[in-house]
């Protein structure tokens, strides 16, 4: 038995013999990612190389609950967390060369996610996917652990995540790829992106 984590709503589905042998192929060719639809929720959600495949049936009986904690308003840049209040669902261009970011709401940030079978808040992910590189055998300069350890989540798109390093109030925009763990500083700042999209 073959199950994945769907990364929308948090629960386990099995694939089949078909989905089995897609991944197989994938990693064959040197693919970093195929898409499967879960039948939980009915989104699409992303395999790729860093994620596990369980065989362990019972995780198909565990009904997953969203857990919220209380937000945490002092964490993000007061600019951002002003345009956050405004309630609405919004998506940004930070790359020529990618599809808009999906943008989290407030409540969102403050949501828990499950990463590598350990649950983070929404905001603080990217410590989730620094923790299972370091597993896997990545190093980084000290430098870029100081990045991941103030890194702030703010958006999604592929499974690539939008951050912001805390330590900025007008910080630049980063990009992690989650199929390589490669980080990208963009050249624009939460100033620029609260102009765009407001």
């Known amino acids: 038995m073959n199950i994945l984590q769907c990364n929308e709503c948090n629960n386990y589905f099995e694939i089949f013999q078909e989905g089995v042998e897609r991944i197989a192929y994938a990693k064959e060719k040197g693919r970093s990612m ?10 699409q959600t992303s395999w790729h190389r860093l994620m596990k495949i369980h065989n362990d049936a019972s995780l198909l009986n565990i009904e997953k609950k969203y857990k919220e904690i209380e937000i945490d308003e002092d964490l993000l840049p007061k600019s951002y967390l002003k345009y956050l209040k405004q309630g609405t669902k919004k998506q940004t261009k930070v790359s020529k060369d990618k599809d808009k970011f999906d943008l989290f709401t407030l409540e969102e940030l403050f949501t828990y996610i499950s990463i590598d079978k350990k649950e983070y808040l929404t905001i603080y992910q990217l410590k989730g996917y620094f923790n299972t590189l370091l597993e896997v055998g990545y190093e980084f300069t000290k430098k870029e652990i100081e990045l991941f350890e103030n890194s702030l989540a703010i958006g999604e798109e592929n499974g690539d995540i939008l951050f912001v390093d805390k330590r900025e ?21 939460i100033s620029n992106i609260i102009g765009d999209i407001n």
């Open 34 to 43: 195929m898409l499967f639809n879960c039948p939980n929720c009915g989104q």
């Open 169 to 189: 109030e007008n910080s630049k925009l980063y990009i992690f790829y989650h199929d390589g763990g490669d980080v990208e500083k963009t050249k624009l700042t």
